[in-house]
């Protein structure tokens, strides 16, 4: 299983690492799963955010995280602000057109 | 034609009813309809909401409502709350990279 | 790369355009881009709309806009209010289905 999860909204942080805990923790079959986030929500990536640690906890377990450099750019934040293993990105919408191309299911939290 | 509608928010039942409304009306060809609520969305498939009766019409025509076993228990609803059609499913992620990969289109209304 | 944007509230379009700016900017490749409006988000489609320009350049640069008809009837507009490269489709939900038959990523800004 693949999924490409989208958080645009900071309000939707909580439910989307609630939604990719629930999937790893039930999942039957291996699952590759990349979190995209773009708009405002790239400031949960933010090493002060509250939820963070649940982050760093998820890509141990092999979760991957990005951030689209557009949004970094327009938010003012840069990259030495936000989550170490956070990948930056050139561009989400590319991302998101990439993995549904490469079969990855989309999930907008 | 396959489509699964993804409903999050309890604001969005009454637009994604009227959507789903509207596809199974105007639909040429066969039309397969599932809906997965999962969130604060699984309380509107209590058995007093207002929309139920849209809900129970509807499924009355093939279309497949389905709730998350992890969204019911995190707010607390029992399964004998909610209406008898509702499928509880045990993941909703799983359940929308399922349907994806078998060839639904995703819609989040 | 072929991509359909799903608009559904007024307040995601300054967010959905800067996206598709963004996206035909910085496309390798050809890029298809349908942006598909329904619900309330089709008043964003008339004529005096604050980001009708943006929409206006990005059709010339081939970006199809879309108004679902079932919405617009819903919102009381008529067709000659929109703008005039926006082409009515009749059911939008349909639309968003068939985009991703034929190999549209979904995006749901």
Request: aromatic share 8%; proline share 2%; glycine share 2%.
């Amino acid at each position: 299983m693949k999924a490409v999860f989208h958080v645009v909204e900071m309000e939707k942080w909580s439910l989307s690492l609630i939604n990719v805990r629930n999937l790893l923790r039930d999942a039957k079959e291996d699952v590759e799963i990349v979190v995209v986030a773009n708009a405002e929500a790239v400031d949960g990536y933010t090493k002060d955010f509250e939820l963070a640690h649940v982050m760093t906890k998820q890509n141990a377990k092999g979760v991957v995280f990005e951030a689209c450099a557009n949004a970094l750019k327009a938010h003012e934040i840069k990259e030495d602000e936000i989550l170490d293993f956070v990948e930056v990105i050139p561009n989400s919408m590319i991302e998101l057109i990439k993995k549904q191309e490469e079969g990855f299911a989309y999930i907008r939290p």
